[in-house]
């Protein structure tokens, strides 16, 4: 799923994957919870200069939500409205992770130059 290292002041998140199918990185819930998790803990414990990377092993960061987890859903209640349903459910999951992102700390902008006092 995902590991997160921190390195001082310097968080890293890695999405992981044993094997070739796991390191597209294809958007599960599940893999969309562990990096909400991650991202949580990332959260508690930032401070004033803390930096989030992301990185993935394997061929893609991502390879998009996880088709293949929903049409399954849809397979095994026996309709294609099921398997809309879980895909519009994982939108609305990965809505959390921006969320999340959005969330964490950041540095104040420095002022615009129409902002800035006069000198002189």
Known sequence: MCTLEKRGDLFILTLTGDTKKDQEHRLSPQLISSIRSALAQVKSQAVNGSALVTLAQGRFFS??????????????????????????????????????????????????????????
């Open 63 to 120: 390879n998009g939500f996880d088709l293949r987890h929903a049409q399954a859903v849809g397979v095994k209640s026996g309709s294609t409205q099921a398997a809309m349903a879980e895909l519009l459910r994982m939108v609305d999951l990965f809505k959390g992770v921006v969320a999340d992102l959005l969330s964490l700390p950041c540095p104040p902008s420095p002022p615009s130059p129409d902002t800035r006092l006069p000198r002189g």
